[in-house]
């Protein structure tokens, strides 16, 4: 399959491997992140998707900001994050922030999930999370230090230069500096990055 043009941006979920939560109790498939520096693991800013087999509790990042968006939609399956103390229950495709730093456990009500998360670090830059719903016929727009998720459905991808791709679920367009139309059905996450100091925080 020839690759699809840069100016998309594109992200085959499929293609992505997947590895170990950094306490082991758990698995990530990345979709992308900006590297802090030219050496070192750690990052500006994150997209994963974690699937969460059982109680387990999260990996701890201080002087993380974090998003958490539970992807499944099955009557009964879910999960109550503990942060802190604090229980909260997740509702599908509602993005749920939280402080990375803080100790939080997963609790399952019923089976496995799989949860989409963000994370910038927090002295250099933010976010805004949304999910979006594209069955309405309303295209989206996108451009800049944006990237979008396909949660559900598909849709098309169109850039600026006439490039174009077709989205299945979990499928991303990382950001990039050119305009992107996107039009289909199902959820979407759209995830702006704010920079604050993290003026390399993007490579187009």
Do not use: C, Y
Not at 57 to 80: E, I, K, M, N, Y
Request: aromatic share 6%; glycine share 10%; charged share 20%.
């Amino acid at each position: 399959m020839a690759s699809a043009p840069h100016s998309l941006g594109l992200i085959r979920f499929d293609e992505r491997p997947a590895t170990a939560w950094k306490n082991g109790q758990g698995s990530t498939r990345e979709i992308t992140r900006r590297l802090l520096g030219v050496r070192g693991p750690h990052f500006v800013w994150r997209l994963s998707v974690a699937d969460i087999n059982k109680d387990a509790d999260f990996s701890t990042f201080p002087g993380v900001q974090r998003w958490a968006t539970l992807l499944t939609t099955t009557p009964g399956d879910g999960v109550v994050l503990d942060v802190a103390g604090v229980e909260t229950k997740l509702v599908p495709l509602e993005p749920f922030a939280f402080d990375g730093a803080a100790e939080t456990h997963a609790r399952l009500t019923g089976g496995p999930v799989s949860i989409l998360n963000v994370m910038t670090v927090q002295s250099r830059m933010s976010a805004q999370v949304r999910v979006a719903d594209l069955s309405s016929g309303r295209p989206l727009s996108i451009a800049g230090a944006t990237a979008l998720i396909q949660l559900s459905g598909q849709s098309m991808a169109h850039a600026a230069d006439g490039a174009s791709a077709e989205l299945g679920p979990l499928d991303a367009l990382a950001p990039r500096p050119r305009v992107r139309i996107i039009a289909g059905t199902g959820a979407v996450a759209v995830v702006r990055m704010e920079n604050f100091r993290a003026w390399r925080a993007f490579s187009w």
